[in-house]
């Protein structure tokens, strides 16, 4: 079974730093696009950054001055790292990819995380 595993949430002063982790776990072969999505209470998911599986990177305009999206393809992992966090930025944080394959090649389709919390006081 291939999952997506989020870590590195948390509550931090506004200002701070947080690094976000997401890991596939499995026997994984390859990983399409990852993304970070966020989303607040009555709220929908919102982009925040992609990243192909060449390290192309995309954000959201309104972060990609404060937030990096990077990833170890030998970890199967995904990092966001977020600076200078603003109370807006709270949210629970979800990765998703649009495809896994693990070697035995069996495919999973839109995978998600569980999400982490990041709350961000002022």
């Known amino acids: 079974q291939v999952q997506l595993v989020e870590s590195g949430g948390g509550l931090v002063q506004a200002g701070g730093s947080l690094r976000l982790s997401c890991a596939a776990t499995?026997?994984?072969?390859?990983?399409?696009?990852m993304r970070w999505y966020r989303q607040t209470p009555g709220a929908q998911r919102a982009l925040v950054a992609s990243?192909?599986?060449?390290?192309?990177?995309t954000y959201n305009d309104s972060m990609k001055v404060r937030f990096t999206i990077s990833r170890d393809n030998t970890k199967n992992t995904t990092y966001l790292q977020m600076n200078t966090l603003t109370p807006e930025d709270t949210a629970v944080y979800y990765c998703?990819?649009?495809?896994?394959?693990?070697?035995?090649?069996?495919?999973?389709?839109?995978?998600w995380g569980q999400g982490t919390q990041v709350t961000v006081a002022s």
């Open positions: 990243i192909t599986s060449d390290g192309k990177s």
């Open positions: 998703y990819t649009d495809r896994v394959e693990n070697v035995a090649g069996r495919i999973w389709f839109r995978l």
């Open positions: 499995g026997d994984i072969d390859r990983i399409d696009s």
